[in-house]
């Protein structure tokens, strides 16, 4: 399967502009799959991937350039339910 054609499905925070389920493709890099992201929906239909530490960390870019490829502030999301689980 050609590396276009995949994609990662992610379930939306409830403080995100887009809270239903949508496919993110992993050619975005880190971002795809990263818990500091927000996706913002444009009016148009348009979607931008937007870094959350960059609020209050001024090395990280908002809309940072794809693909990212390291990022220092990067999270998996799923780190941190593990983490909860074992709790």
């Known amino acids: ?3 276009n054609d995949r994609r990662i499905d992610v379930a939306f ?3 995100s502009c887009y809270t239903r389920r949508m496919k ?3 050619l975005v890099g ?3 799959t990263c818990k500091h ?3 913002i929906k444009s009016a148009k ?3 931008f991937l937007m870094c959350r530490l960059a609020q209050t960390d001024p090395r990280f870019e908002k809309y ?7 990022c220092l502030g990067y999270e998996s999301p799923i780190e941190e339910d593990e ?4 709790k």
């Open 64 to 70: 940072p350039p794809l693909p990212v490829l390291q």
């Open 30 to 32: 880190l971002c795809a």
């Open 45 to 47: 239909g348009s979607f």
């Open 1 to 3: 399967m050609p590396v």
């Open 83 to 86: 983490e909860e689980t074992r």
């Open 13 to 15: 925070r409830p403080n």
């Open 24 to 26: 993110i493709s992993p």
């Open 37 to 39: 992201v927000k996706v």
